[in-house]
């Protein structure tokens, strides 16, 4: 089995910036595809950005340029730096991964618990 736990949600005034971890943990071999989904009630999950490697990420059209996504492979564990953060930001954001584990073969999915961001006007 393997756990995500994510921090570093929290409530900003908008224009404000937030970090956010996740943690990947258990029987890992390794991690494919890691990224960043959030949800507003009564909507449905969206994306908001993935990576693959470090060369290779996507972005949400609304996110481009204000949000960055990293990963440190050795810990398994994806960033997301959120800059100029604006009030519909708002959000319970998940963190996924696509994992590769010791017991079975092939790529499994899985979600973080999530942590809600909320940014102030």
């Known amino acids: 089995q393997v756990q995500l736990v994510e921090s570093g949600g929290g409530l900003v005034q908008a224009g404000g910036s937030l970090r956010l971890s996740c943690a990947a943990s258990?029987?890992?071999?390794?991690?494919?595809?890691m990224g960043w989904y959030r949800q507003v009630p009564g909507k449905q999950r969206e994306l908001v950005a993935s990576s693959t490697s470090a060369t290779s990420t996507n972005y949400a059209d609304s996110v481009k340029g204000r949000f960055t996504i990293s990963r440190d492979n050795a810990k398994n564990t994806v960033y997301l730096q959120m800059n100029s953060l604006k009030p519909e930001d708002t959000a319970v954001y998940y963190c996924?991964?696509?994992?590769?584990?010791?017991?079975?073969?092939?790529?499994?999915?899985?979600w973080g618990q999530g942590t809600q961001v909320a940014v102030s006007s």
């Open positions: 996924n991964a696509d994992v590769q584990e010791r017991a079975r073969s092939g790529l499994f999915n899985y």
């Open positions: 258990g029987s890992i071999v390794s991690i494919n595809r």
